[in-house]
Each structure stands twice: as C-alpha cells, then as structure tokens.
C-alpha cells in the first residue's frame, strides 16, 4: 500500500518542524507517518537547503520528507515569526535541528515557546548532550569516528563510516521515543518538556557490546574488516557462488544447524571429525574448514544454495545493491516500499531526477497489520502555506500582504515544481 487515507495513531497531534538533513526530517517524518498533523518550516522561497543536495546525499529529501506540509517564510521578519508564534501556541510538539543557539536568537527556545504553551513538547536533536562538546558541530560521520563505529567498520589502520546515515536516522528514532513518552507524562501532568537528542550519544548505544568487550577482554576488540577478528561462530561470512560475480552471506551458529548443514552439503567428514564437534572448537579453528566450505559453495548456483540454506532454516542473504532493492520480492509484496515522488529534490541533473517516482521504505513497523503508507507525497516548498496561516487565524488580506511583503511564499506565488 503506498496512499492511504486512514488516520494514524498519532493523529490529533500537531507538530511544528524546523528541521534539515536527516536526524530532525527522520523524527517528525515518523511522526507524520503515525498519523501526526506535521508543518514543515522553510526557508522561501527555495525552501530546505537539503533539497539541492548533490552526490551521496542527493536522495535526502524524498526519504525523510513525506506526508508532511510545508510552510515557505523568512523567519528574519517580524510578521514571520508571529505567525510560527501563533502556530507554536496551538502545537503539541515543536521538533528542531538547527545548531546550537539558532533557536534562541530567533526567539523560538523552549523556553520562548512553552511560555506561550505550558503544554508543548519540544524535541532538540543535536550533535551532542549537554556537555563539554555541546557546542560543537557534528554530523554522522564525525561522532562514527570519535565513536569507535569508523574503526569497528574499516581495516586496521583505515576508519571507514557505515554505508548508511545510522546515526542520524536512530537519532531522530530516540527523539521519537522521547518526544512519545513526553506525551505520555504530559497527559498526567498537563505540561510538556523539553526532549534532546544526542547524535554523538546514539552512535555510543551501538558501540556498547564493543565497550563491554573491551571492559571483559582488558583490549580493543579488533575492527569486523580485519581478518584477526575472531567470528564467535562456526560460519559467518561472505561466499561466492557458481555465478560470477554473485555472492551469499551464510550463517551456522546453533549445534543443530551445524549438523544439517554438513549433512546437507556433502560435509560429512566435517562432521565425522572429533576436533571440530564443539562450537568452541569449531571457532578456534575457522581457517582449517572454511576453504572447503568455500568450495562446496563456488560448485552451487547462487539460486540453489540459497534455496537450500532456507530449507534449513540457516541464517542467509544475497549481497543486494540498492537498485536492486526496488524489486525485492518480499519488500514489494509486505507493503514495505511507498510509492514516493522524487520531484521534492532539485539537485539533479535538469533540476529534477530522471524518474518521477521510487519504492522507497515506509516505516518498519505494522499495527494489527497494517502498515503506515502515505497521506502527503514530499511537499514543495510552500506548498501549504496559506492553509496553514488560515489556520493559524490570519485573514486573507494578511496572508496577501505577507507573500507580497516577501515574508510568506505560498503556491500561488511560487514556479509550480514538475508532476
């Protein structure tokens, strides 16, 4: 399902964004996609500057923006920021990731806002906690390198962030998680608080098994990419397959599979043999057995090997590639990819991308069933505004003399963006 006209559990909830990149677009658009009354605040009238990202961050926009509204204003003017004001006033939840202090000059702190709605919850996804590195700038791959996450990834000697923004996407995940239990307390209390998130402090929740292991081993655990890293189990790699180029990840990590692998591959004689009838012993000695692993694999077409390993429940997965994400059996039939337009980002070549529209991922989750699909493609910059500042109380000749004043971009006043 990719349109959906159901309410969510989050609706009712109304949610003030002032966000860009990833880690705040990611919290208010999970949010959005629970059903949440989102308005996204932008910079007019060309709106989000991630819109007009290039290379690796090209796709930013789309993935992180859907069933949102936008508002398009110049929050420099005055008659701009009374009407954020007036928006905050009947918000239940204000998310920002600006850098540290841009709120407050503009007069949109926690504490400006909840003076003016006891009642607010204001979630701050920054780089840092309050601390000694609060003020400074960050961004995912700076804390996956002071965070052990760069050297747990790369070779020896080569730090090397993940293929993905983890940090900024979990980040914005705990900002949910706290922004959620924000509203739960307020609705025993009646007041509202002020949530923060630390991308710096995410990216430590996925370094804990490795602190652990440091803590019990008395040293650094070795980074996944070095070949002196010790696997805790018995398979637990990458093999080619008889077709070029094509390649499985195979797991064998319980006694059980152990056995009905190598009686279902041929590997009695692994099996047969007393030094490797433990995991444990089977650990220590990886280097011994894996190049006939290795060779039973390179025999087998990768169709086959993987229908085999799923015959016995082994744990298993192709080497995909992002395209080839789009045609994902399961992805497709489970309703795990909304049909989302790309026209939100403006940094490809000819100002719009080559296709119109993708699959891209909804949320990972379903309730009773059903997953959360798409109210709101990816707005345009302004596209909402003068709904929004009716709603907001403002009469038709104000909201004329905000977009003729250049305060307020609305879709009547902007280039209409390609369909």
């Known amino acids: 399902m990719s349109e959906t006209t159901k309410p969510g559990p989050l609706s009712g909830i109304r949610v003030l964004e002032f966000t ?47 069933n949102k509204r936008s508002l398009s204003l110049d929050l420099k003017q005055p ?40 009642r607010l919850v204001y979630c701050s996804c920054k780089g ?33 962030r993940a293929g993905a923004s983890v940090n900024d996407i979990m980040g914005g995940l705990f900002g949910v998680i706290g922004i959620l239990a924000a509203l739960r307390e307020r609705a025993a209390t009646g007041r509202g608080a002020h949530v923060q998130s630390g991308l710096f402090e995410t990216n430590m929740v996925m370094m804990a098994q490795h602190m652990a292991g440091a803590a019990i081993t008395g040293r650094n655990p070795p980074p996944f990419a070095d070949p002196a890293m010790q696997k805790p189990w018995s398979v637990y790699d990458v093999f080619d397959s008889a077709d070029p180029g094509e390649q499985v990840f195979v797991g064998v990590v319980t006694e059980t599979q152990w056995r009905g692998f190598c009686e279902a591959f041929g590997l009695e004689e692994l099996l047969s043999d007393p030094s490797l009838a433990t995991q444990s012993k089977r650990v220590a000695d990886r280097s011994r057995y894996l190049p006939r692993v290795a060779a039973v694999f390179r025999s087998l077409p990768k ?7 799923e015959a016995l429940g082994l744990p298993f997965a192709p080497i995909a590639r992002p395209a080839d994400l789009f045609e994902d059996p399961h992805l497709r039939a489970s309703g795990g ?8 980002a403006q940094g490809a070549p000819g100002g719009v991308p080559v296709q119109p529209a993708a699959g891209l ?14 109210r709101r493609q990816p707005p345009r910059s302004g596209e909402h505004s003068a709904d929004i500042a009716r709603e907001a109380g403002l009469s038709e000749a104000e909201i004329d003399a905000m977009v003729a004043g250049g305060t307020l971009w609305a879709s009547t006043s902007l280039p209409q963006a390609a369909e």
């Not at 709106?47 to 796709?59: K, P, Q």
């Open 20 to 66: 860009h990149m990833i880690m705040g677009p990611s919290c208010a658009m999970v949010l959005a996609d629970l059903g949440a009354d989102v308005v996204k605040v932008e910079p007019g009238p060309d709106g989000d500057n991630t819109r007009r990202l290039m290379g690796a961050a090209i796709g930013f926009f789309p993935s992180f923006n859907r």
């Open 79 to 118: 008659a701009s920021l009374e009407l954020v004001r007036k928006l905050a006033a009947q918000a239940d939840v204000v998310v920002e990731n600006f850098r540290p202090g841009a709120m407050d000059k503009l007069g949109l702190s926690y504490e400006a806002l909840s003076a003016l709605n006891p």
């Open 128 to 160: 840092f906690l309050p601390g000694p590195y609060e003020h400074r700038a960050a961004l995912d791959e700076v804390v996956q390198m002071m965070g052990g996450l760069a050297y747990m990834t790369g070779p020896p000697g080569q730090p090397l």
């Open 303 to 309: 169709a086959t090997l993987m229908a085999r390993c």
């Open 337 to 344: 990819l909304l049909e989302t337009e790309l026209t939100s």
């Open 361 to 374: 991922p909804g949320l990972p989750i379903s309730l009773d069933g059903r997953r959360m699909g798409i």
